[in-house]
């Protein structure tokens, strides 16, 4: 039984990996350790900021030093902010699906990989703050996906704000990467992907496959559920 609907942000509901990309390349660059807009997209979509950091540092051996990774992670998201402000467009499709789910009472929750205040300072600006009972950000879990427990700590938040008791099998996700979808999958979820980001061929663990969020019906939601 449909329960709850639990969103991807970057790629599902804002159209902001691009900026990501450039808030990253805008931290690499001078040190000499750039990726490409291909490696960025083919690797690194999903992972936290610390995640993808850490790695970098590893793998280019710029051998950072906590201070210095702070500073980065504190620099990247700076620029984020900054590119967001101007250039953070809510994906087409996402107010109306919105409005349906919140029509009929049915529980919205966020999990990201995003920080928390980016998350904020996005769904405030386009009005869209108050639709989500939950948000999971970064900063509140230790893996990020595909890792699942993101989306299980979105779902025990829930349980917190609801009278009903909601299971895993209750939810659908909507997700843009195959991080995120085998992340929904593990959580035992019922994972829907929409092609914001990738292409279709690249998202086959999804119970559904869709190219806009408009194109979503509640029976559709409720037939993944039952």
């Not at 902001?16 to 291909?38: C, K, T, W």
């Not at 049915?106 to 948000?135: H, T």
């Not at 509640?218 to 993944?224: A, F, M, Q, V, Y």
Request: aromatic share 8%; proline share 4%.
């Amino acid at each position: 039984m449909l329960k709850a609907v639990i969103f991807d942000f970057d790629g599902v509901l804002v159209d902001s990996e691009m900026l990501h990309y450039q808030a990253f390349d805008n931290i690499f660059r001078p040190l000499g350790a750039q990726i490409s807009v291909r490696e960025y997209y083919d690797r690194f979509v999903g992972m936290t900021d610390e995640e993808l950091f850490r790695l970098l540092d590893k793998e280019k051996n710029l051998h950072l030093s906590e201070q210095q990774l702070q500073k980065l992670f504190r620099e990247k998201a700076t620029s984020f902010k900054r590119l967001a402000s101007t250039q953070a467009a809510i994906i087409e499709g996402v107010p109306q699906l919105l409005n349906l789910l919140d029509d009929n009472k049915i529980p919205m929750a966020i999990c990201s990989g995003a920080l928390l205040d980016e998350i904020e300072m996005i769904l405030k600006s386009a009005g869209l703050r108050n639709f989500f009972d939950v948000i999971v950000s970064a900063e509140q879990v230790k893996k990020g996906k595909p890792d699942p427990e993101g989306f299980l700590l979105a779902l025990k938040l829930l349980n917190k704000k609801t009278t009903q008791q909601i299971e895993p099998q209750d939810c659908v996700v909507i997700e843009d990467s195959h991080w995120g979808l085998e992340a929904a999958r593990t959580a035992g979820m019922h994972p829907v992907a929409v092609t914001n980001t990738y292409e279709a061929d690249y998202l086959r663990p999804a119970d559904k496959i869709i190219a806009n969020l408009s194109e979503l019906s509640l029976s559709d939601l409720r037939t993944l559920c039952s």
